[in-house]
């Protein structure tokens, strides 16, 4: 079946450094990869969406040059928070698809900003 | 404003007792998708389906892509279906979701 395997699941940095999440896609082509953030007390918001072949598409209130994003091939793609303060945690999803399917979740990564 | 309005915001109900969740949007959608989320925040994704109604076990989602609206029923309710359930709206053929503030069930004894 289709998977998204997504890493770490959770991680602690201290205010002001960067982390890494990834996401592996298995069982299916990622052809386009979304990542998505849930704030505290919020619903999930999208922070951009990632098609292979196509630029990646930044939504409002999210840039580049704070969170840059890599989908180098159609199984992987990871996203950086750079310079993380308090209101960058929460849960981070990436959602993944290939054709016309569903859209297949990672479990997500929980950061906490101290 | 909020392109998917879910409702109720909560809901409580006997173990046994149905629930009807209700969830609409605000533009055309392709697709609309159901999920469940655990209290560790992952979510499972429970039904997508562009039109029509869709089974699975104890669930069922109906989605009148014309009326924006869709709907998603728990029957026989019981204490583990406890939690928030999510509604998203997909537009096109991305993997991009608009998702609805969630309907926290709590489903009692």
């Known amino acids: 079946g289709a998977l998204v395997y997504q890493y770490p699941r959770r991680t602690i940095c201290k205010s002001g450094t960067s982390m890494r999440m990834e996401c592996q896609a298995v069982?299916?082509?990622?052809?386009?990869v979304a990542w998505y953030r849930q704030s505290p007390q919020k619903t999930f918001e999208l922070i951009a969406l990632?098609?292979?072949?196509?630029?990646?598409?930044?939504e409002q209130n999210f840039t580049q040059e704070k969170f840059p994003i890599s989908h180098p091939n159609l199984s992987f793609s990871s996203m950086t928070v750079l310079n993380a303060y308090l209101e960058d945690r929460g849960l981070y999803l990436c959602?993944?698809?290939?054709?016309?399917?569903?859209?297949?979740f990672g479990k997500g990564t929980r950061l906490t900003v101290v | 404003g909020q392109q998917v309005q879910q409702s109720p915001a909560s809901l409580v109900l006997q173990e046994g007792e149905n629930a009807e969740l209700q969830c609409n949007f605000s533009?055309?959608?392709?697709?609309l998708q159901w999920f469940y989320q655990r209290p560790g925040g992952s979510l499972v994704s429970l039904l997508s389906n562009p039109s029509g109604t869709k089974h699975t076990g104890r669930l069922t989602s109906t989605t009148v892509t014309k009326e924006r609206r869709g709907s998603l029923h728990i029957s026989s309710s019981q204490i583990t279906d406890s939690g928030t359930y999510l509604c998203a709206m997909e537009q096109g053929t991305g993997s991009k979701l608009s998702f609805g503030k969630g309907a926290k069930l709590t489903v009692s004894p």
């Open positions: 990632s098609t292979v072949n196509s630029a990646i598409k930044y």
């Open positions: 533009s055309t959608a392709t697709r």
């Open positions: 069982g299916f082509q990622a052809t386009s």
């Open positions: 959602g993944a698809r290939g054709g016309n399917t569903e859209v297949f």
